[in-house]
């Protein structure tokens, strides 16, 4: 809460004060004793930042509240954030309320904006958001940056002012072209996401890189992912590790995450796993669940650390308890599998269902597959296939292929040929083995599609080259055949 502009200014009026030599330092102090305003806060000024003199917080409360006591209103606001900080004074919130307002009712932007701040916050005062919106609206009639920026987000929120957007959008404006980096932040925010204004990734990135540029940390790993993502500007890995780092350096959970994901990936950067596992761990030490969901990973596979089922599951839980889908899939399959864990379809299909009720792909095609086999649950092919096409249409290959298989056997629905060779092909397609294995079985016996043994040859090859036993033996008894 602090204007250093307005003491730069104060220290600028004093002239030569920076090296002054001791006669003009008494001057100024016997000025000051005589009551001399201006010199009584000058004075101040100089103790609370040791200017010319040995920093000393007490003194400078003394000669502020000389000033203050005489209407300075400068002085009357310095002598409130000395309260408010507890600078000299022991901390009082109703104190530094009450110099603050003596200064605000003078005209004092930086008081008007701290006032309305505390109204805001309930400092030293009942919450008011009313209160709070009239004195930001003061200061930011007088050109105050940061003013503007809370005004702006109390249009956001509906606080103190009726919700209205289009207001917001023009304080944040106001105070974005002034410089302020958490406005020019947001402004990008609403342009990426086309909240209020209609979305602009160009108008985005400008803003974005206007507030990383002041070192908005925020901002950057914002900049960062447009480079990633090629939004608003030319896809540029290098770029986006960059503004990442910057950003991950400043502590930002999700810049860290981002970093280890491009070090896993070896994207902008020589791949290290190493590297990945040590900006996931410190991303996830601040309970970022993305990171704690990839280090359990990284744990799981043994990437840049030894493998260890028991760490994987205990970051895997870390994340999941956070609500994160697919931590929970993970989890869900440590429990299915018995890795980590007693194995416990119980505790396997609860955390599947949570996963898949928000949309997680994997955690719908094993819930499927626990309908289908029983498992946990009675056997219910209907409901294996609602959750197999709910994973299918999502463009998972291994549920397109369950789902195709389904159809296949008549399994919970009517025998449908084509909508089986649909199923399975869209899968074959990505490479997976059984679909390939089923579709080479429609085509060599001429299902839906015209028989053709080379193609239903190619298909059992290409299954069997991915180890899948009855494709192997298939292939094996065709060459037999035809030796």
């Known amino acids: 809460m602090k204007n250093w502009l307005s003491i730069i200014a104060a220290l600028f009026l004093l002239g030569t004060i920076f090296g002054t030599e001791d006669n003009e330092l008494l001057d100024l102090k016997l000025e000051a004793e005589n009551g001399d305003a201006d010199a009584q806060y000058n004075l101040g000024m100089m103790y609370e930042i040791g200017q010319g003199v040995t920093e000393n917080f007490g003194e400078a409360v003394i000669w502020y509240r000389k000033a203050a006591d005489q209407g300075d209103a400068t002085a009357e606001y310095n002598l409130g954030v000395m309260y408010h900080n507890g600078q000299g004074v022991s901390q009082d919130s109703g104190e530094a309320f009450t110099w603050i307002r003596k200064a605000a009712n003078q005209g004092n932007a930086d008081a008007q904006y701290n006032l309305g701040v505390m109204y805001h916050k309930g400092q030293g005062v009942t919450q008011d958001y009313f209160k709070a919106v009239t004195w930001y609206r003061k200061a930011a009639i007088q050109g105050d940056a940061p003013a503007k920026y809370n005004l702006g987000g109390m249009y956001v929120k509906g606080q103190g002012v009726t919700q209205d957007y289009f207001k917001a959008v023009t304080w944040y404006r106001k105070a974005a072209i002034q410089g302020d980096a958490q406005a020019q932040y947001y402004l990008g925010l609403l342009y990426e996401k086309g909240q209020v204004v209609t979305q602009n990734y160009v108008e985005a990135f400008k803003w974005y890189r206007k507030a990383a540029d002041q ?251 991915q180890g899948l036993a009855e494709a192997e033996q298939r292939v094996e008894d065709w060459l037999s055949k035809h030796q």
């Not at 960062?224 to 896809?235: D, E, H, I």
């Not at 040590?278 to 669940?289: H, I, L, P, V």
């Not at 704690?292 to 028991?310: A, E, T």
């Not at 993970?330 to 505790?347: A, C, I, R, T, W």
């Open 215 to 465: 070192g908005d940390a925020q901002a950057q790993n914002n900049l960062g992912l447009m480079y990633y993502n090629g939004q608003g500007v030319a896809q540029n890995y290098k770029e986006a590790l960059k503004w990442y780092r910057k950003a991950a350096n400043q502590g930002y959970a999700t810049a860290q995450y981002g970093l280890g994901v491009m070090y896993r990936d070896g994207e902008g950067v020589t791949q290290d796993s190493t590297e990945a596992v040590t900006w996931y761990r410190k991303a996830a030490d601040q309970g970022d669940a993305q990171a704690q969901n990839y280090l359990g990973v990284m744990y799981y596979k043994g990437q840049g650390v030894s493998q260890d089922f028991g760490e994987a599951v205990t970051w895997y839980r870390k994340a999941a308890d956070q609500g994160d889908a697919q931590a929970q899939n993970n989890l869900g399959l440590m429990y299915y599998k018995g890795q980590g864990v007693s194995q416990d379809f119980g505790e396997a299909f609860f955390l599947f269902r949570k996963a898949a009720d928000q949309g997680d792909a994997p955690a719908q095609n094993y819930l499927g597959v626990m309908y289908e086999k029983g498992q946990r649950v009675t056997q219910d092919y209907f409901k294996a296939v609602t959750w197999y096409r709910k994973a299918a249409e999502q463009g998972l290959a291994e549920a397109q292929c369950n789902l195709g298989i389904m159809y296949y056997n008549s399994q919970g629905v009517t025998q449908d040929s084509g909508e089986t060779f649909t199923w399975l092909r869209k899968a074959a397609i990505q490479g997976e083995a059984q679909a390939q294995y089923y579709l080479g079985l429609m085509y060599e016996k001429g299902q839906v599609v015209t028989q053709n043994y080379a193609l239903a040859f190619k298909l059992y090859l290409r299954a069997a080259e």
